[in-house]
C-alpha cells in the first residue's frame, strides 16, 4: 500500500507516492535527492537528519514522510540556495568548525534555526541549542565561536541598517 502525499519543499511544491513506513529522511535523500539531509543514527540523537519542519527543527528520520504532508520543508540545499546561512557558512569554514563535515548540515541548521529565535544568544545558550546534534571531530567549541561570531555580526549588519 502506498499513500499520496502533497508539501512544499524549499519553497517548491512536491507530490510523492510513498510507502507508509518511509521516513522524511529517506523520501528526501531517495526521491527528491536532497542528500544534505544526512542519516547518522536514524534515532534521533545525532541531529545529522535536522530539517525544518513548518519552520521548526524536527529529526527527519523520525518523521513519516506522511507526517509531512500538507506542510513545508526546509533543507540545507534550500537554506543555501537562498544564502540565509552564507555568513554561517563561512564562520564554520574560517574557524575550522566544521572538519569531516558529517554533521555540520544538522549543526547549520540547528545554528540558523537558534539566531531566528534569539539573534544575541550567549554561549550557554548555543551549547544547548546543539544539545541535540553530535559532531565527533570539533569539540563543538570551534562551532560555539562561528555560531557566535554570526550572531555579533548580524546584529552589527542590523545595526547599520537602522
Same mark, same amino acid.
Given at each position: 500500500?502506498?499513500?499520496?502525499?502533497?508539501?512544499?519543499?524549499?519553497?517548491e511544491p512536491?507530490?510523492?507516492?510513498?510507502?507508509?513506513?518511509?521516513?522524511?529522511?529517506?523520501?528526501?535523500?531517495?526521491?527528491?535527492?536532497?542528500?544534505?539531509?544526512?542519516?547518522?543514527?536514524?534515532?534521533?540523537?545525532?541531529?545529522?537528519?535536522?530539517?525544518?519542519?513548518? /519552520?521548526?527543527?524536527?529529526? @527527519?528520520?523520525?518523521? %513519516?514522510?506522511?507526517?509531512? =504532508?500538507?506542510?513545508?520543508? #526546509?533543507?540545507? +540545499?534550500?537554506?543555501?540556495?537562498?544564502?540565509?546561512?552564507?555568513?554561517?557558512?563561512?564562520e564554520f569554514?574560517?574557524?575550522?568548525?566544521?572538519?569531516?563535515?558529517?554533521?555540520?548540515? /544538522?549543526?547549520?541548521?540547528? @545554528?540558523?534555526?537558534? %539566531?531566528?529565535?534569539?539573534? =544575541?544568544?550567549?554561549?550557554? #545558550?548555543?551549547? +544547548?541549542?546543539?544539545?541535540?546534534?553530535?559532531?565527533?571531530?570539533?569539540?563543538?567549541?570551534?562551532?560555539?565561536?562561528?555560531?557566535?561570531?554570526?550572531?555579533?555580526?548580524r546584529k552589527?549588519?542590523?545595526?547599520?541598517?537602522?
Amino acid at each position: 500500500m502506498k499513500a499520496e502525499i502533497k508539501l512544499t519543499v524549499n519553497g517548491e511544491p512536491v507530490q510523492e507516492v510513498v510507502a507508509p513506513r518511509t521516513t522524511l529522511a529517506d523520501m528526501l535523500r531517495d526521491d527528491l535527492r536532497l542528500t544534505g539531509t544526512h542519516l547518522g543514527c536514524e534515532m534521533g540523537s545525532c541531529g545529522a537528519c535536522l530539517v525544518m519542519l513548518d /519552520g521548526a527543527p524536527v529529526h @527527519a528520520c523520525l518523521v %513519516l514522510a506522511v507526517q509531512a =504532508s500538507g506542510h513545508t520543508v #526546509e533543507t540545507i +540545499e534550500g537554506l543555501n540556495a537562498r544564502k540565509e546561512i552564507a555568513d554561517l557558512q563561512r564562520e564554520f569554514y574560517e574557524r575550522n568548525a566544521l572538519q569531516c563535515g558529517f554533521c555540520t548540515n /544538522g549543526m547549520l541548521m540547528s @545554528a540558523q534555526s537558534l %539566531l531566528s529565535d534569539n539573534p =544575541s544568544p550567549t554561549r550557554d #545558550e548555543i551549547r +544547548e541549542a546543539l544539545s541535540g546534534n553530535y559532531c565527533r571531530c570539533t569539540g563543538y567549541e570551534a562551532i560555539v565561536d562561528a555560531i557566535s561570531a554570526t550572531a555579533k555580526q548580524r546584529k552589527a549588519r542590523l545595526g547599520e541598517v537602522q
